[in-house]
DNA sequence: TTATTACATCGCAATATTACGATAAATTGG
DNA sequence: CCAATTTATCGTAATATTGCGATGTAATAA
């Protein structure tokens, strides 16, 4: 039926499981790297750098938007996305606390 | 068109993206976390577990099992699920990797 | 005001995902 | 051998995602 049912499972594996789904897709990938490296928050030339439609990016932002992780201002006619450190770094416990929770020395397998 | 356009990307970009698409489903991260815990390993009495019928464990299961991060074992009639140990850890920094680029100190926002 | 620029949103077509019943395959117990 | 058990796979319906052209909106420039 394609749609998930949500309430079988916790807040938690709900919430990280939509924030990994945002990863889920190489051009948001991009998207991050590019403004990692571009520290200066840039806005809409990742169409120039990644040769997808200026509709097709600004989605992609929408979606990097909607979880948090990136924040735009507008800056004259154009907008400026830059991450947002305080989300980025939630999000990044969010998965250490998933995958620290596998002791390494495990003699399972 | 529903296509992702893999080509405009990087390997890496593709290959962090296809690793977070498993996670992005509540009831993979559920089966993970369930993995966890009981670390010794289980089979489809997940299906008690988490509420969704034989079929669609497994299936979610085989996504698991397609990007490695956890193996199956005949074990009479029924199949002993573990996480990899080895393939957990790479998954673990891939997604370490692309968080620590970003520096938290970054007066950007 | 009008034109230009930059971005967001709508609407659609193509494709992918989710869930599950039905069925197949493989093993154990008799 | 046959039945029971467990898991995998197939087929399909419902829904979601991806990509983009077209159009809307907002700000600046002339």
Known sequence: MGVTKTDLFTD?????????KVFAHPARIAI??????????????LVQELGLAQ??????LRELKE???IKGSIEGVSV???I????W?????LF????SGFPKISGCC
């Open 12 to 20: 938690q594996q709900n919430e990280l499981a939509k924030i990994a």
């Open 32 to 45: 991050l790297e590019y403004l990692i490296q571009a520290n200066s928050c840039i806005n809409g030339d």
């Open 55 to 60: 509709a097709t990016i600004s989605q992609h």
């Open 67 to 69: 979880i948090g992780l």
């Open 80 to 82: 400026n996305y830059c």
């Open 84 to 87: 947002d450190p305080i989300r």
């Open 89 to 93: 770094a939630e999000v990044q416990n």
């Open 96 to 99: 250490q606390d998933l995958f």
